[in-house]
């Protein structure tokens, strides 16, 4: 690591001498305009301008600000709704403008943190961590029309553009795993703070993360740190508020919620998957393909590797319940609403895959590796291609318009 960062600041050093931070710079900050731009207009299209086009869940939300605020509807989660109406009433814009401009920041928020992310773990570049952020944020699932022509639904995507909620708390998911593993590592208070906050503000925004994360949380200190009882201490501290607004959001969601019905949740084995997909664990390789295969052909690092493990404890645990639970609600089974935490872990173990992913190509051919080495390096390189080639079709198809099925 000392190599890789000295490496790292030397060769800054020498772009320094040659002017190219300047270029670098701008570059960086085209992208970000960039980004901000295709948020905006993806967002205006689905907040203002889409007639049919642009289909996405932001025009219902926005339906229900005023009937939020003035307590006319009371929801176990209001956290987009208030901050739609916050910032309206500060800036004296609609509703639609007020979510269009929220969205976009929150949408470059993430890219920046992916960026963060892949700077800080890697060392590298700033043109390669635009890359590398512009490929994550493109990825989904690998698209087999023959089979299903569904690109999201079904399989999933660690990529999701129509839902506001699910998009607010994607960047905070990235940086509450990020700050408590780091508590664990460090004992230091700050990030303890940081990741109790953070995961608080994600249940006001959207339970559907905080749910799956914190069992896996409490399931990775008790592998990791058996006998280490200031952690467990720490965890519970942590976890604490949150699990307090939790049982009042479940209060409010059972007596006034949509579920306020004699049985507001059951089980039932894949019952939502089966409707969108006619194969329930080809679904589940197209969505996961990339992440398995690095599991798989890189095994004993991937595994131990703290950010995958709590990652895949997660998506395992958000997976197992939008495969067994479903709303009772009639009119709402075939939404999938216990399906968000599983949206949501896709990107954090897509992302913690691909910094693992570059750390074994690095120093496989910075040595005289194998051939079967690099030959599964190629193979895992190659599935990632496909999600990102798939990804590229779907957001052709999501930009122009289309169904974000």
Partial sequence: MNNIKSNYYASNQCSKLMG???VTTCIKILFFVCIFSMAFYLFYNQAINYKGLFPSDLPEHLSFVDKMVSGAIKAPEVGFEYTVYAISKIFFISYEYAAIILMSVIYTGMVFIIGWMLKNFLMISELKVIIFSACLISVSAIYLPFFSQHLLVGPGGPNVWHNPTVLMIKPLALLIVYFTLKGLQEEKSFYWLCSSALLFISLIYKPSFGIVFMPALGIYVLINYPKNFKSYKNVLIMVFPSILLLTYQTFMLLNHGDLNNKDPVYISSFAVLRHYTPNVFVSFLQGLAFPLALLICHFKKTISDRYLQLSWLVLIIAYAEFALLVEGAPDRVIHGNFGWGYLVSMQLVFVFSFIELYR??????SINSTFIEKLKIQLV???????LFSGLIYLTRI???????
């Avoid at 390189?381 to 999600?387: E, V």
């Avoid at 930009?399 to 099925?405: H, P, R, W």
Wanted: charged residues 15%.
């Fill in 20 to 22: 190219i931070p300047e």
């Fill in 360 to 365: 074994w190509t690095r120093e496989v051919y």
């Fill in 381 to 387: 390189w190659l599935i990632f291609s496909f999600h």
């Fill in 399 to 405: 930009f122009s318009g289309g169904s974000y099925y």
